[in-house]
Structure formats: structure tokens, C-alpha cells
T-cell receptor, first 115, second 117 residues
Framework: EPEVTQTPSHQVTQMGQEVILRCVPI?????FYWYRQILGQKVEFLVS????????KSEIFDDQFSVERPDGSNFTLKIRSTKLEDSAMYFC?????????????FGEGSRLTVL | AQKITQTQPGMFVQEKEAVTLDCTYD???????LFWYKQPSSGEMIFLIY??????QNATEGRYSLNFQKARKSANLVISASQLGDSAMYFC??????????????FGKGTKLSVIP
């Protein structure tokens, strides 16, 4: 089964600080996704990323969020100026193989706590 | 727009018994996919089972099976022979295709399953 590694597993930050969450997938994957889950709530789609470009984004994914693949392997989610309501679990996800079909597999998540 | 409804916020089941977790969905798409994920207290999202809307047979994966009733728009998860390690939150989700070629999952609110020894 495909593996997705996310770092950090938990990050605590002060409001207004920048945060970068990283996802390390298998290199031949083209489609990646970020989801978030506020504590006690359902999982919500943030953004999809295909071939080094944003493919689709939700209304949650506003100007303070950005994604990129800076070195061709790691896949990052950046929050420029964190707010209290950004506290959540952030999941990176990918499909099986390099295609965009079938099952979606999630990483173990990065828990962000904004104080 | 897609919608997933899980009407059971919490469920209890005796160890070794079977349990059914309910999920109903709403979509105008002809082609869609349905997923179940398990989220233990540690927080990770573990893929359990997938059913495509055109699949003629119900999906099965070990002790997990998906009771797919297309006309009723339901996709219930059945866990047979429950184990203590099955205690977790369970999320039903639906795949929808975007115009950009990627797809999004829409999740339900989840059902917290507790297995009693």
C-alpha cells in the first residue's frame, strides 16, 4: 500500500507566524491533495495539485494558503499568517499509482496548534 | 452538490459481533465513488474500502464489506467479528470529479464506534 509521510507530526505556533507542513510521497505521483480536520469536525478538502500546479481549491483555501513542490519530491502547504481557527489536523493525500482514479490514501497528518 | 449523511453519532457493539454503520448520500452525478475511512484516537485516516457507482458487486475487504444500495443511495459499512481495535471514528466519503480533472472527497460527520469486551 502506498505511503505518505508528513512532517511535522505536531507543531505549536503563535498566531501570526508562518507555518510550513510537508508531505513526502512516492516520486511518481502526479496528483496530491491537502485536507484539514478541525478537532471534532469532519474532514474538509483544501486543494488539489497536479503536475506542479493547483488544480482545484476550496473556499477555505484563501490567500494565506499556498502549496508548492519546491524540489520535485516534497509537497508543502504554507500558511502565511496563522490564525487561531487554523488549528486543525492537516492531511496530505494521494491516489494509488500515478493516475487520478480509485482510492485516496492519507498521510498520518500534521496537527497544528495556534496559540 | 454532494452530501454525505451519517445519522449515528455513536455506536456500541459487543466484541465478536457484527455491526453496521449507516451512510446515505446525495449526488446528481452518474459516476461517483464511495469510501470508508477509520480514524483511531491517534488521528490518522486509514482507508478501509471503496465502492464505485458502476460496480455490480458489493465491495469486500477482509472483515469489512460495503452494503451498496444504489436506488436508496446508501452505502453502509458492515464490520464482521468486531475486535477491540475497531474502536474508532468511521467516516463515509464520496468522490466527486471537478472540472479541472482532480477529485475531491466530501465527508460525513462520522460515527464513533466503541467495541465492548
Amino acid at each position: 500500500e502506498p505511503e505518505v509521510t508528513q512532517t511535522p507530526s505536531h507543531q505549536v505556533t503563535q498566531m501570526g507566524q508562518e507555518v510550513i507542513l510537508r508531505c513526502v510521497p512516492i516520486s511518481n505521483h502526479l496528483y496530491f491533495y491537502w485536507y484539514r480536520q478541525i478537532l471534532g469536525q469532519k474532514v474538509e478538502f483544501l486543494v488539489s495539485f497536479y503536475n506542479n500546479e493547483i488544480s482545484e481549491k476550496s473556499e477555505i483555501f484563501d490567500d494565506q494558503f499556498s502549496v508548492e513542490r519546491p524540489d520535485g519530491s516534497n509537497f508543502t502547504l504554507k500558511i502565511r499568517s496563522t490564525k487561531l481557527e487554523d488549528s486543525a489536523m492537516y492531511f496530505c493525500a494521494k491516489t494509488r499509482g500515478s493516475s487520478n482514479t480509485g482510492e485516496l490514501f492519507f498521510g498520518e497528518g500534521s496537527r497544528l496548534t495556534v496559540l | 452538490a454532494q452530501k454525505i449523511t451519517q445519522t449515528q453519532p455513536g455506536m456500541f457493539v459487543q466484541e465478536k459481533e457484527a455491526v453496521t454503520l449507516d451512510c446515505t448520500y446525495d449526488t446528481s452525478d452518474q459516476s461517483y465513488g464511495l469510501f470508508w475511512y477509520k480514524q483511531p484516537s491517534s488521528g490518522e485516516m486509514i482507508f478501509l474500502i471503496y465502492q464505485g457507482s458502476y460496480d455490480e458487486q458489493n465491495a469486500t475487504e477482509g472483515r469489512y464489506s460495503l452494503n451498496f444500495q444504489k436506488a436508496r443511495k446508501s452505502a453502509n459499512l458492515v464490520i464482521s467479528a468486531s475486535q477491540l481495535g475497531d474502536s474508532a471514528m468511521y467516516f463515509c466519503a464520496m468522490r466527486s470529479w471537478s472540472g479541472a480533472g482532480s477529485y475531491q472527497l466530501t465527508f460525513g460527520k462520522g460515527t464513533k464506534l466503541s467495541v465492548i469486551p
